[in-house]
């Protein structure tokens, strides 16, 4: 069974950092197409960043420039660091993982099988 553990998330006031972790248990495979979307209340699940588990990072125009996502294949854990936090940041933010294919940088939620428990990350103004 494949299971993906988050760490980190919290409170910051704007303009802080915070850094968001998760680590992929259950799969033998070491590169996956990983990365991080975010819902805030009542608005829909959006891409934040995906790592295509080669050479490809993907961000949303609304974070790009602040925020970076990058992959340990020998851990096999996905980072989030976001920088220059913004109050429209605020949201729970999820992992999320599936096996490496062409094209997955550019994954939609109900593309990727494999979900974290999810990380309150807020940022205040």
């Known amino acids: 069974q494949v299971n993906l553990v988050e760490s980190g998330g919290g409170s910051v006031e704007s303009g802080g950092s915070l850094r968001l972790s998760c680590t992929i248990f259950?799969?033998?495979?070491?590169?996956?197409?990983m990365g991080w979307f975010r819902q805030a209340p009542g608005k829909e699940r959006e891409v934040v960043a995906l790592?295509?588990?080669?050479?490809?990072?993907v961000y949303s125009e609304s974070v790009k420039g602040r925020f970076t996502v990058s992959q340990d294949f020998h851990t096999r854990t996905v980072t989030l660091q976001m920088n220059n936090l913004k109050p429209e940041d605020t949201a729970m933010y999820y992992c999320a993982a599936d096996r490496v294919w062409p094209g997955c940088s550019h994954a939609s939620a109900a593309d990727l099988d494999y979900w974290g428990q999810g990380s309150q990350v807020t940022v205040s103004s």
């Open positions: 790592d295509n588990g080669y050479d490809t990072q």
């Open positions: 259950g799969d033998s495979d070491s590169r996956h197409c």
